[in-house]
């Protein structure tokens, strides 16, 4: 049986990693001796119809996709052209929209004959076993058609060891060739990620937990250790991006984890996220000796009534000291805001700014707020916008045409717009951040690329009147 996994995306602008969740279940497939594909469209600069061609010619009798809310109604008109070009092929989707809205998704599209609901590759497994014997699938964890009928089976069980995963197929990536943005904060020429926990226990407003739960699941140091020897030599990979939001939260794993680098004397640079209330300057000294040389940290707010609203459980004067910390230790940080939560106020977008300003992040991304399905803020949409897909744009594409709070959709879209030109362009930064940073090289040359391209932006705006302390703009 012949299965093609498929990473669908619509428009010009390409991934920055491979789409882990699918490649772990490339994996899953190649173990059950299946022969399998991966299409990542969103590593190709390529037509929609040369995409669906790629499809079409390896002749699957399995299509696989993992759906997003952003650019949902593209994606539905993806499956529905690949499913009337192979007649008899059946199409599975999941991922976190899929898995949010299951009986919607099915009813939206009629095309899909199956959907995984939540943690994957178990059910995948077990449905892929099914569909090859012809059998009426009994899997936990499924949405699929009867007649006229949806049937929804039993919910799955979440993985309680994920060491017992095999590493996502990262081979078929380098077999296509494919490549993949530079972001401009990573050091090494060939970049990997890995994911190394399952779960979150912390309730944001916005982030949606109905893939993996709130069940907090690691793998062993050893277990990620073995993944790295594995991308290093046969790959020869330099540079790992830990791309779970809970990477750096536990001081002993993360202790554990350095241990296991140094008795395996492996060096390679790494970056990662973290929480700015679980590390100290202790681990973070630790971790830039072992090869960190950067730290994500999702900030959200510079107010700290809206960090309260959402329920994010920090406040500023943390995010103050893990900044500080993190720059006394010589290690980059990239701080993450979202505009558009819903006590936000034109004053509160100031704050942020300020505050961004402040701490003094080396990069810095403005999001708008994207309530999606799933989470407690997509709750405080009217019914027609929990149905319609077109308003939801990407985090920052800046298409999206919805809000929560004060402020308009174009006005956020404005703001989001101006933000990084206002952040980039000031010679503050310039001396802050570059000159007087301990930053690798390579880092310091794409910062002061930032610094050249907004602040010559920031010249353009002042000579048009733009700025976001001038509300009266055009932002229309």
Known sequence: MKISFINFKDGKTKNEYPQLGLLYL????????????????????????NIIKQVVDFKPNVCGFSLY??????????????KSKLKGCFIVAGGPHASALPRQTMEECSEIDFLVAGEGEDTMRDLLTHIKAGAVPDVAGIYYRMEDKIIGTSFSQL????????????????????????????????????????????????????????????????????????????????????????????????????????????KISWKCLGRVDTLDDGVMAMMKSHGCYGIEFGVESGDDEVLKDINKKITLQEVRTAFKQA???????????????????????????????????????????????????????DENQKKNWSLFGG??????????????????????????????????????????????????????????????KKIYYIFKGISMVNRESNYK
């Open 26 to 49: 490339c994996a899953i497939a190649q173990a059950e001796g299946y022969d399998i594909d991966y299409l990542d469209a969103g590593a190709v600069n390529e037509s929609v119809d």
């Open 69 to 82: 809310t952003s650019g949902l109604n593209e994606h539905y008109e993806f499956i529905r052209t690949v």
């Open 159 to 266: 993985i309680k060891d994920i060491d017992t995963l095999p590493m996502p197929a990262i081979e078929v990536v380098f077999k296509k060739g494919y490549r993949y943005r530079n972001r401009r904060m990573e050091i090494g020429n060939r970049v990997a990620p890995i994911i190394t926990s399952r779960g979150c226990p912390w309730n944001c407003s916005f982030c949606y937990k109905g893939t993996f739960g709130t069940s907090y699941r690691r793998r062993s140091p050893q277990n990620v250790i073995k993944e790295i020897i594995h991308l290093k030599e046969h790959y020869k990979i330099n540079d790992i991006q830990f791309i779970d939001d809970l990477f750096a939260v536990n001081k002993n794993w993360l202790r554990s984890f350095c241990d296991e680098l140094k008795n395996n004397r492996l």
């Open 327 to 381: 720059r006394e230790n010589g290690l980059m940080t990239s701080a993450y805001f979202i505009y558009g939560n819903r006590l936000d106020t034109y004053a509160t977008i100031l704050k942020t700014m300020n505050f961004a300003k402040e701490i003094k992040a080396d990069f810095c991304g403005f999001a708008i707020l994207l309530p999606f399905p799933g989470t407690n803020v997509y709750e405080m949409l």
């Open 395 to 456: 985090y920052y594409s800046y298409k999206s045409q919805i809000s929560i709070c004060s402020l308009e959709p174009q006005e956020l879209r404005y703001y989001g717009k101006i933000s990084p030109t206002e952040y980039y362009g000031r010679i503050s930064y310039l001396f802050n951040n570059i000159i007087f940073s301990r930053h690798h090289i390579l880092i310091k040359k794409n910062q002061l690329l930032f610094f050249i391209f907004h602040f010559v």
